[in-house]
């Protein structure tokens, strides 16, 4: 099941991001196959072992899968609509992360991750006008997911860490290019960046719930 729903969920990211991609406008078929990716990457993680870092990761991804409701949709209402669900999920991710850790150090090279989120933040906030604020907490929520993710591996490196810590800087590299095509402009090719960096950084981490012991 967890083989079938992988290759399911990759297939359904593929041809989402072929439909976003598809002329001058997005076909119809992306409003189906944008959450339906989700919902598959949900489901791989419902393969692992019941506990809380399952419940934890699975509410995430079911916030996640509102979110991308929302970003579906132009207009600054649907966009914080997105960053709030999406805000709530990296808390949930962050719990999962520290569940049943009995310490948090984290390798000194992840906190490289930390440097860049300030730095591109820096960058970010003087261009997001009244979002500054909603931005800003969000950003940090992104960097703590980050630090969170580094300390579970360190704590207990296995196959099941590394791709939850993976997945974390991967969501920070769609998020990056996300705020930059918000709030700088659109670029070429951005929208497939953003969709499969975004679907690998959940994919890991979905998986990490059955390989994280």
């Known amino acids: 099941m967890l083989v079938a729903l992988t290759i399911t969920a990759a297939v359904s990211a593929l041809l989402a991001i072929v439909a ?6 997005r076909h119809r078929a992306f409003y189906v196959l944008k959450p339906l990716t989700t919902l598959l990457i949900l489901g791989i993680a419902l393969c692992g072992p ?5 419940t934890a990761v699975a509410i995430g991804l079911v916030l996640s899968m509102l979110g991308d ?3 579906m949709f132009a207009g600054n209402a649907w966009f914080l609509g997105g960053l709030g669900s999406f805000l709530i999920a990296h808390f ?10 009995s310490s948090y150090g984290v390798p000194l090279w992840c906190w490289a991750g930390v440097v860049y989120g300030l730095g591109f933040f ?7 006008g009244s979002l500054k604020g909603p931005v800003l907490v969000y950003g940090l929520a992104l960097m703590g997911m980050v630090l969170a993710a580094s300390a579970r591996w360190q704590a207990n490196p296995n196959l099941g860490t590394t791709l939850a810590m993976l997945g ?3 969501f920070m590299v769609s998020d990056s290019a996300l705020a930059v095509r918000q709030f700088n402009g659109a670029y070429r090719g951005a929208q497939p960046l953003i ?5 690998l950084a959940i994919g890991l981490i979905a998986l990490s719930v059955s390989l994280d012991a």
Do not use: H, M, N
């Open 20 to 25: 976003e991609s598809a002329g001058a406008q």
């Open 195 to 199: 969709l499969s960096t975004y679907w």
């Open 50 to 54: 019941e506990g809380d870092y399952r």
């Open 122 to 128: 820096a960058w970010l906030l003087p261009k997001t």
């Open 69 to 71: 409701i929302c970003l």
């Open 92 to 101: 949930l991710f962050v719990w999962a992360y520290a569940e049943g850790l």
């Open 168 to 170: 974390a800087f991967i």
